[in-house]
Structure formats: structure tokens, C-alpha cells
């Protein structure tokens, strides 16, 4: 099965004539029952021995090792690169006189696929979000069962004409041949997913299990990742990340405050998020528990989901809504909610919720706060207000 080189995508061209599937509907429609690996020896789980082309790159063998990873990571599927597999192999091989990719699709008894990518001129570069990178893993997807979402292969498609229903973009499959643009509310800026998708993540799963020994503790996506994964770990400012959380269990974060850009980070499963300038980018997988949110310096919108979440949005006026569970709502610096560009806290449920200043008091020095009706100069003093018109309140702390 092909992949070709790319297709931009207008925004939101067509999406909107044609039907709208669940996460589970995707799942279905880019799998079937019997194109898959079968657990031979009955261990529950499925153990392929995979090998690597020795005329990639270093580069080139270090992205395709990662692809392989990221399966492994979301669905009970283990590849063993230096010892035989018992329920089966993939071989995976170069073509440098091509730019695209080819794979096999497991079928009936066959216990052995393979995929090939094209390293011919550009489609060469190994980089994060390259062609290189997003084809590794459509490839090694079809390897393991996963089909395109529509009967198109190689030319001659369009997602006007190939799009079975409006989700058969990028934004939620590297399984599919179309930009994620041709969704409203995606833009990569040209850039490709490194990693499964939302509906990639359900479809192997679906085949295979869920792998929930992945990340099962305590775990930080983004800035100050400890994921051990370079598609979900964040250094610089400039980095443009486009990944889809799968986490097995633990208390979890998702960290972006190394931006400046206005950003929206949605905790809940089956969500999108506009990260670092670049839209409905982040995404979290269905079944998938994230706690907690870290927002950077722009005017973020921070959305909690059931979990107990806290939701620090950073310096900024800040959207923060914590949705069920008992919440809190950190500030650590003065700036984390300054008296000209205040937070607005949406749903607060008194005696239940939080507000935790313990942070901005430590960095101003103050060790308590004192509520008082009106202000006299101290620091420390703290004035709450209610509004019986709207049911609201405000809270202001003097810490100068």
C-alpha cells in the first residue's frame, strides 16, 4: 500500500458534506479482523522480531526505531529487534530510488510483513515532523494491519473524492493520505505527525489490546518531559509539537509553559489542544486520564476534565475551568495573575475546589495571607469580594 508525498489542504475544504465518525467508528474503518498478527503461542500478547535496512542513515535507522517504539507503546504489540519474534516478523527496508512508501498487510496464516520507505531527495531528511518520519510510521502501520481510512492507494485521489467521512485527515490518523487542514480547527503549518494519532492509538488497540504498562507512573508531556520520547518532549520555544497522548496510568501533566502564544490545553480524553502557534495539534486518546495542565506566558485556556486536575495557567490573563473533581488552581508568581490582566477561574465549587497561592506568597516573601475588607498597605492582605448580581467573586492579594 502507497503513501504519497503530501497534499496541503485548503482549511476545512469539503469536511463539512460529509459524515462525521467517533473514534471508534475510525477505529472500524481502518481495520479489519483478519489483517492482523495472531498470538501463535498464547502468551496474550503479540512478539514480532523486526529488522532495519543497514543502508539507512543513522539518522534515518534512529527515526525508524522510534516508529517502531510508538506502536509498541499504545497497543500490547512487542517488536524485538535482536531476538526472534514467536508469533511472527517485519522487515523493513530502503529505497533510495523512490520517495514513497509500500508495506504488506498481515493476512490470514502469513506471519511475516514488510515496508519499505523511499529515501530518494527530499523525502530523505529524518527530521521531526518530515515526510521521512510520517511515512515510517504509516508504513509500519500497514505492517501491522492498519488500512488507509478510504480505498484510495497511491495516485489519483483526492480527499474530495477518497474521504469517506470528514475525519480522514492527519489530525486524527497518519494512516490517512490528507492534511489535517481539510479539518476545520487543525493546522500543522506543514508539519506531519511523528507518532500513532487519536484514531491509530484506537485502531491498534482494537486489534491488538491496549499496552498499559506504557507511562504508568507519574508522567510530564511537553516542557520538563520525563516520557523518554522525543516527539513529546519540549526544549525550546521554537518547537512545534504534534503528537496524541496514549498513557497507561499515574498522576500526569501536560506541560507548555515554554510558549508565549495564547494556547487552549483540553485535558479531556478524545480532545484537541492549540499548542506553540499551531492548532488542534495535541491530542488525547480515548481511555486516556491526564490530571493536570501547565499553561506558558500567552492568554491560555486551561480545560480539566473529571480527574482531580490542577490547572496553573502561567503568566497571562488566564481561562481556567476544572470541570468535575475537586480542582486547584495554582499560582507561583505575582505575574501568574497580575492586578491588570487577571486569571478568570470558571466553574470555582466552594468546599470543594482550590485556590493555592502557596508558591507567589514563598517568592514574595510572605508567610500568610490576612483577609481583610479593604487594603491598608500591608503585604499579605487579602480582600475577597462576592457579586450577588452574577454569583461571582474575586480575589486580590497585596504582595508589595
Known amino acids: 500500500m502507497g503513501f504519497p508525498i503530501s497534499d496541503p489542504g485548503p482549511f476545512g475544504a469539503g469536511a463539512s458534506k460529509k459524515p462525521s465518525f467517533t473514534t471508534d467508528q475510525a477505529a472500524k474503518q481502518i481495520t479489519r479482523e483478519n489483517h492482523r498478527f495472531r498470538d501463535r503461542n498464547g502468551d496474550q500478547k503479540i512478539d514480532l522480531h ?32 535482536q531476538s526472534n519474534g514467536t508469533d511472527g516478523a517485519l522487515s523493513i527496508h530502503n529505497n533510495p530510488r523512490g520517495d514513497r512508501g509500500v508495506a504488506d498487510l498481515p493476512h490470514g496464516s502469513t506471519n511475516r510483513t514488510a515496508a519499505t520507505i523511499g529515501t530518494r531527495g527530499g523525502a530523505a531528511s529524518p527530521a521531526l515532523g518530515s515526510h521521512f518520519s510520517v511515512t515510517a510510521i504509516h508504513e509500519i502501520g500497514h505492517a501491522i494491519g492498519l488500512q488507509h481510512p478510504g480505498r484510495y492507494n497511491g495516485d489519483g485521489a483526492n480527499y474530495q473524492n477518497g474521504a469517506v467521512y470528514a475525519q480522514d485527515t492527519k489530525a486524527r490518523t497518519v494512516m490517512s493520505y490528507w492534511s489535517e487542514r481539510h479539518q476545520s480547527g487543525h493546522d500543522f503549518r506543514s508539519l506531519n505527525p511523528s507518532a500513532p494519532m487519536m484514531d491509530d492509538i484506537a485502531a491498534a488497540q482494537r486489534l491488538y489490546g491496549a499496552n498499559h504498562q506504557t507511562r504508568k507512573t507519574d508522567t510530564v508531556y511537553g516542557f520538563n518531559s520525563n516520557t523518554e520520547r522525543e516527539v513529546m518532549s519540549l526544549t525550546s520555544a521554537r518547537d512545534k509539537p504534534v503528537f496524541c497522548v496514549w498513557d497507561g496510568g499515574g498522576v500526569d501533566t501536560l506541560d507548555f509553559s515554554g510558549f508565549s502564544q495564547d494556547q487552549k490545553v483540553d485535558l479531556n480524553a478524545e ?4 499548542v506553540g502557534g499551531l492548532k488542534g495539534n495535541v491530542s488525547v486518546a480515548k481511555g486516556c486520564v491526564i490530571e493536570n495542565a501547565i499553561g506558558g506566558a500567552g492568554r491560555d485556556a486551561l480545560i480539566g476534565n473529571d480527574a482531580a486536575n490542577r490547572l496553573k495557567g502561567g503568566a497571562g490573563a488566564d481561562t481556567l475551568r476544572g470541570g468535575g473533581g475537586a480542582d486547584t488552581f ?18 470555582f465549587t466552594s468546599g470543594t475546589d482550590k485556590i493555592d497561592v502557596s508558591g507567589a506568597l514563598k517568592a514574595a516573601g510572605v508567610r500568610a495571607l ?14 475577597l469580594k462576592h457579586d450577588a448580581s452574577t454569583g461571582g467573586a474575586s480575589l486580590a492579594i497585596d504582595l508589595k
Do not use: C
Open 50 to 81: 523486526y529488522t532495519v535496512d543497514a543502508s539507512f542513515t543513522a539518522q534515518q535507522k534512529q527515526r525508524v526505531h522510534q516508529a517502531v517504539q510508538a506502536w509498541q507503546d499504545v497497543a500490547n504489540i512487542s517488536f524485538r529487534e
Open 271 to 274: 480532545s484537541f489542544s492549540d
Open 330 to 347: 495554582v499560582y507561583d508568581n505575582v505575574s501568574d495573575s497580575a492586578a491588570q490582566s487577571p486569571d478568570l477561574i470558571e466553574d
Open 370 to 383: 490576612v483577609f481583610t475588607d479593604r487594603f491598608s498597605g500591608r503585604a499579605g492582605e487579602a480582600v
